[in-house]
């Protein structure tokens, strides 16, 4: 990963930092998979086709209410733009799309009394949607990098319609030489869905590129819980010390892989270190 861009090739970085505080305000793509429009209104379902608008625009108000009530705990400003992105990720995550996971293939595993210390796996050449963002803090960083990809997601791409969301959403980081600090520099990565990988709708954001990255194998681990500045030092240093060959594979670029819902119970992240040439 290069300081210009996000690629999975093993050099460079990209950092993140600020206050580790709670995740529970955080805001990401599928936070909004725990708020069902059911949720967000106390009328009627059977409503007339000529309220039906007037439903729409409360169920909207609703969703763009509780994320900016979530980030004002993270100083963040959800902009009324936002309405429409978060109403329509959550219309068409509640059964009509089903998320896409990335794909790859599994080459070895190490396993400790039945626990999976960590994976080696081969992903191959895709194409990604990625921004770098620099805010006062890490949790403002990636809120803002994560609505701007949301935008792009929904409405503002050349193809004009959503194009479907895809996990794990990657918060590519970087780290000070000790591995104990994140710097504020947060990129957040969504990989194109194999529809449009061979040609990937371009954003209307001139600060989301399109860049295709190159195979590369990585190595994962598992963990649950919030991905915070704590959680995340301690889980580089966590595979640090499971690896075979930790000095074969770290540099001061990291990757923090989500895959569920913040507000879940167990959410499901990984960390990832890329196999360096």
Same mark, same amino acid.
């Not at 074969?248 to 569920?260: C, E, P, R």
């Given at each position: ?226 991905? !915070? ?21 770290? !540099? ?26």
């Amino acid at each position: 990963m290069e300081r210009a861009n996000c690629r999975m090739n093993g050099g460079g970085g990209l950092d993140g930092g600020g206050d580790s505080g709670s995740s529970s305000g955080r805001i990401t793509l599928e936070d909004l998979e725990s708020f069902t429009e059911d949720q967000l209104s106390d009328s009627d379902s059977e409503t007339p086709k000529e309220e039906d608008q007037m439903m729409d625009d409360e169920q909207q108000d609703g969703l763009l209410r509780y994320w900016q009530d979530a980030a004002r705990g993270h100083q963040v400003e959800v902009p009324r733009d936002m309405a429409e992105p978060i109403h329509q990720i959550t219309s068409n995550n509640e059964g009509q799309h089903n998320r896409e996971l990335v794909p790859f293939t599994l080459i070895s595993r190490k396993e400790k009394c039945g626990t999976v210390l960590y994976e080696r796996r081969h992903y191959e050449k895709a194409y990604w949607a990625c921004i770098t963002v620099r805010e006062d803090t890490y949790e403002q960083s990636i809120c803002y990098g994560f609505m701007r990809l949301m935008k792009y997601i929904c409405q503002q791409n050349t193809a004009g319609n959503y194009l479907g969301l895809t996990i794990p959403i990657l918060t590519i980081i970087r780290t000070d030489e000790s591995h104990t600090v994140l710097s504020r520099d947060v990129t957040v990565a969504y990989y194109l869905p194999t529809e449009h990988q061979t040609q990937p709708p371009l954003p209307s954001d001139l600060d989301i590129r399109i860049e295709e990255w190159p195979a590369t194998n990585v190595y994962t681990r598992a963990f649950a819980g919030a991905t !915070n500045e704590v959680t995340i030092i301690n889980q580089i240093n966590t595979m640090a010390q499971v690896l075979d060959n930790p000095a074969g594979h770290l !540099n001061d670029s990291f990757i923090v892989a989500g895959y569920t819902n913040p507000a879940a119970a167990n959410r499901q992240n990984e960390i990832w270190f890329l196999e360096l040439p």
